[in-house]
Nanobody, 124 residues
């Protein structure tokens, strides 16, 4: 089970940190990801982190967002800096108990578990 939180309203150029808390005894073996869905658009990949700590980012967020995980707390984070109005979306965390090859980290179908989503609104 996943629970995402930390969303809110922020001005353009500001920062937010999202968290995703997971239940389960094998969190350190999970591949984890963040996806987002803006109004009227399809869900899209944002960032992912594998059990070993390797990461992947969508081009649109590279250099602005940082994904991380704390296995001791069963929690994944997304630090979002230099936010833009186009970052406005519902952000979902996702997990798979196991390995996802690097080239497929951005594929939502590879993830088995999804959180409920947290809304991020960036005002101009």
């Amino acid at each position: 089970q996943l629970q995402a939180f930390g969303g809110g309203l922020v001005q353009a150029g500001g920062s937010l940190r999202l968290s995703c808390a997971a239940s389960g005894r094998t969190f350190n073996s999970y591949s984890m990801g963040w996806f987002r869905q803006a109004p009227g658009k399809e869900r899209e990949f944002v960032a992912a982190i594998r059990s070993g700590g390797s990461t992947s980012y969508a081009n649109s967020v590279k250099g602005r967002f940082t994904i991380s995980r704390d296995n001791a707390k069963n929690t994944m984070y997304l630090q979002m800096n230099s936010l833009k109005p186009e970052d406005t979306a519902v952000y979902y965390c996702a997990a798979k108990d196991g390995w996802i090859i690097a080239g497929l980290l951005g594929s939502s179908s590879r993830y088995d578990y999804w959180g409920q989503g947290t809304l991020v609104t960036v005002s101009s």
